[in-house]
């Protein structure tokens, strides 16, 4: 970040990428494509070599990196989600969801996921027996970013140009902003404080009333995915104008 400088170019998917994910604490990077495979890329002497996931049969939506850290999930538009173990790259299990995954995120305890549906729909799934235990309905298109708050107790999901908040514990949406545009991604910062949300531009929200805090709009197109760093005193953002903008503090 500091050089601005390409350090490594992974190669190997034969189609458009459609998520990436950092290891926190191991120098692994997980990725998923519409080649209907998913990669774990592993850091060597002589750069990164992958080992593929090839059990989905369309196109992979989206990953996340369970709580552990030693387990991590895939979501495929094929209706299904799969569980795998980073050491030996096995898929442990692989869950008919019975409507196309469009993304997926582990409940911070590791002991839940929420995948959202092209048909509108989120639904929450006990790892352990890879049963769905709730569904939450409301939108009215295909839900393509959920995330849950670092407390565990809320979830945002976005579908279209809508991004509403759910409370887990009372097991409904208790806030609901529309934008002008189709929201591409969301994504809390670690402290829950505030909620980023890529659009057209960047729109940031804070606390859980999700009253608008700031906005940025330097992009000429549309803004494809946003991370926070660790004390939410940097954003990074792609956009479909091929730019990588680092917001924060010099």
């Not at 601005?4 to 494509?33: E, M, N, R, W, Y």
């Not at 479909?240 to 503090?249: A, E, P, T």
Request: proline share 1%; aromatic share 10%.
């Amino acid at each position: 970040m500091k050089d601005g400088k390409v350090v490594s170019h992974l190669s190997g998917h034969s189609k458009a990428i459609t998520d990436v994910l950092f290891h926190p604490s191991h120098d692994v990077i997980f990725t998923t494509s519409k080649d209907k495979t998913a990669k774990v890329w592993h850091a060597s002497k002589n750069g990164y070599t992958s080992q593929n996931i090839t059990v989905h049969s369309d196109e992979v939506s989206g990953c996340s990196l369970h709580a552990t850290g030693d387990y991590w999930a895939t979501a495929s538009l094929d209706s299904t989600w799969a569980f795998h173990d980073l050491e030996t790259s096995k898929t442990i299990a692989q869950v008919n969801a019975n409507s196309p995954c469009a993304c997926l995120s582990f409940h911070p305890d590791g002991l839940l996921l929420g995948t959202g549906t092209a048909d509108n729909d989120i639904k929450i799934w006990d790892v352990k027996t890879q049963k769905d235990v709730a569904t939450f309905s409301g939108h009215g298109s295909r839900v393509d970013s959920i995330a849950f708050s670092e407390n565990g107790y809320f979830l945002a999901t976005a579908a279209g140009n809508v991004v509403k908040l759910w409370d887990l514990r009372k097991r409904k949406d208790v806030q609901t902003i529309e934008l002008d545009s189709v929201v591409n991604s969301l994504t809390w910062d670690y402290s829950g404080t505030y909620l980023a949300v890529a659009s057209d531009d960047i729109r940031v929200f804070a606390g859980k009333t999700l009253s608008h805090f700031a906005t940025y709009s330097k992009n000429t197109k549309a803004v494809t995915d946003l991370k926070w760093n660790f004390n939410a005193s940097v954003l990074a953002a792609t956009s479909n104008d091929r730019s990588l903008k680092i917001w924060g503090q010099k």
